[in-house]
C-alpha cells in the first residue's frame, strides 16, 4: 500500500512535472486555483488539491501549448472534462510506474536464479 504525502515541497513538485521550480512560481503567481500553504520560513507546501490543479495546468500548457491565457480560460469553461483527464493521466502514470517497478522486480529475481 502506497501512503501519499500531505505536503509537496516545490522542488518535489517541479521534478514531478520536469520543469523548474521557477515554472512553479509563475503558475501559482498566474493561476487563482494553486494556493500552497506556505510553512513558517516561507516554503511552499502543496496539497494532493494543488497537484491535481497543476496537472490540468500542466497538460494544458505543456503539453497541449495553450498560452497561459488560454488554459485559464481553459479552466472556467471545462475545468470538470480537464480534471477527470488529469486523474486518469495520473491514474496511468501510476500503473505504469508500478508496472515498471514490477519489472525490475522480477529481472532481479531471475538473475538470482
Known sequence: ??????????????????????????WESEFDV???RKSTKGNRL???????????????????GYTIQGAKDAMKTKFDKLEENAMMVRTLNDAK???LDLD???AKKQKSM
Open 46 to 64: 502543496f496539497t494532493e488539491r494543488d497537484m491535481r490543479y497543476l496537472q490540468i495546468i500542466y497538460q494544458l500548457v505543456k503539453v497541449k
Open 97 to 99: 510506474e508500478f508496472l
Open 34 to 36: 494553486l494556493r500552497p
Open 1 to 26: 500500500m502506497e501512503i501519499k504525502k500531505l505536503y509537496y515541497r516545490i522542488g518535489e513538485v517541479a521534478e514531478m512535472f520536469n520543469v523548474a521550480p521557477s515554472t512553479i512560481r509563475y
Open 104 to 106: 525490475k522486480q522480477l
